[in-house]
């Protein structure tokens, strides 16, 4: 099974700052995923190329791709726009679990604006940009999303 990690930043794309969410969340899903083929990228935050890519991983084949960054406030943060473009049906209950788990610990939670939704049979979800934000929002949905790849791809039906 094809699973993709997209970190989207563009200080890490250019090289001014070490990605470490990317790294964090691709080690988390091959502790969950362990037979899991995985495939990492980095892009700038740039609301084409994030579609492009992503378009072009769903293409692949691959049933998971998760995104690390551009879900804030800032200007060039277009992460969920380009989610919306490439996504035919949103998973709204898994950017709601993400928020709110995560702000029994954070408050600023609640100013992230992921989304989550399904390309055909791939899921896709977009985590923070900052390392521990990306772990906590992806370890609170871990068991939702093995369950949502299963069903998204037609091999498991609801209990």
């Not at 250019?14 to 037979?35: E, K, R, S, Y």
């Amino acid at each position: 099974m094809l699973l993709a990690v997209i970190t989207i930043s563009d200080r890490c794309s250019q090289g001014l700052m070490a990605d470490t969410a990317g790294p964090a969340v691709a080690a988390l899903l091959l502790q969950n995923f362990p037979n899991a083929d995985l495939r990492t990228a980095l892009v700038a935050d740039d609301e084409d190329a994030i579609v492009s890519l992503l378009n072009q991983i769903v293409h692949e084949g691959a049933r998971l791709i998760l995104t690390a960054g551009g879900t804030g406030l800032g200007p060039r943060d277009r992460t969920p726009e380009a989610t919306r473009r490439v996504i035919d049906r949103e998973a709204p209950g898994l950017a709601e679990a993400m928020r709110s788990k995560g702000a029994l610990q954070n408050q600023f939670s609640w100013l992230s604006r992921g989304v989550a939704g399904l390309k055909g049979p791939t899921l896709i979800v977009n985590l923070p940009g900052s390392k521990r934000g990306a772990e906590e929002s992806l370890i609170s949905i871990l068991p939702l999303l093995k369950h949502g790849v299963e069903v998204a791809a037609g091999g498991q039906t609801h209990p």
